[in-house]
């Protein structure tokens, strides 16, 4: 499919109500609910009373989430988003992660943050305003950074790519040096900072690789990926023990088995820095 509907819109229209056969996102806790098989339920799966909430079009086709306090009553899987996306398109994926940021954020931004009414939601917005004092409550994203850094390999040999271990989360996994972006700060110079405090090195010919919406490490997360060089090609990296546990250079043509997902950004940084050395 081509044109301006191909792929995952994001919306919030409530204009035309959901129709039976318009796609249909459940969450339930932090998981999604499929089908057996593992394909989107369809609004008539649900029960008729179901409260929708518009997340946009995939391919066109309308798609809706709710928030299922039980699941028992729907034959389905409940499936978190690292397991969906490893299995499904991008645009699924994608389409996914909204819903389950979407449900999060009604759930955890029902009370006005100043004066404790009731927030009342906005049409056409995935945001609420508060009816007594005017607060407005849009839901927010949280920016991060990853960085893949490389150096020239010894002697001539293939450039170098620097891996981290993490102190939480999937340990056995190498990553890629990232962090959060502070208030008040570029993604650029988000780079710069974590790279200095996670691994104290500087880098140089910082440049923007892509991004990614990321449903893993909290609702609402976007990552910007950046590849940048060594500034010291003899610079050992130092981690700080507290983040990180390893962080050591591979030769980009003998990388370790334990990366990340083919469905991350991260993976894509991977791969684009295996494939320019190999130049
Ligand atoms: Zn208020």
Redesign the pocket.
């Known amino acids: 499919m081509t044109g301006p509907t191909a792929g995952f819109l994001p919306g919030a229209d409530r204009a035309r109500p959901p129709a039976a056969g318009d796609l249909a996102l459940p969450v339930t806790g932090s998981k999604l609910l499929t089908s057996v098989d593992g394909r989107p339920l369809r609004v008539a799966d649900l029960p008729a009373d179901t409260d929708w909430v518009p997340l946009g079009t995939l391919d066109g086709v309308p798609a809706w989430a709710t928030d299922l306090t039980t699941a028992d009553a729907i034959p389905g899987r409940a499936r978190g988003w690292a397991s969906l996306a490893a299995d499904v398109p991008e645009p699924h994926a994608t389409l996914a992660g909204r819903a389950l940021a979407v449900v999060t954020w009604r759930r955890t931004h029902r009370w ?1 943050g ?2 404790r ?1 009731e927030l009342a939601d906005l049409p056409g917005e995935t945001a609420r305003r ?1 009816p ?2 005017g ?1 407005y409550v849009p839901m927010q994203l949280s920016a991060a950074i990853l960085v893949a850094i490389t150096r020239p390999g010894p002697g001539g040999r293939a450039d170098e790519l620097l891996l981290v271990r993490h102190a939480t989360g999937p340990t056995g996994l190498w990553a890629l040096v990232a962090g959060f972006v502070e208030a008040g700060e570029t993604l650029e110079a988000a780079v710069h900072r974590e790279v200095g405090e996670e691994v104290g090195l500087s880098v140089e010919r910082l440049a923007y690789f892509g991004s990614q919406p990321w449903a893993i490490s909290g609702p609402g997360v976007l990552l910007a990926g950046f590849t940048a060089r060594a500034a010291d090609p003899q610079a050992e990296p130092v981690v700080d023990g507290r983040e990180l546990t390893q962080a050591q250079w591979f030769g980009v043509d003998a990388l370790p088995a334990q990366l990340p997902p083919a469905y991350s950004i991260s993976r894509w940084l991977v791969d684009a820095t295996v494939t320019a050395a190999r130049r």
């Open positions: 006005c100043a004066c009414a508060c007594d004092c607060l």
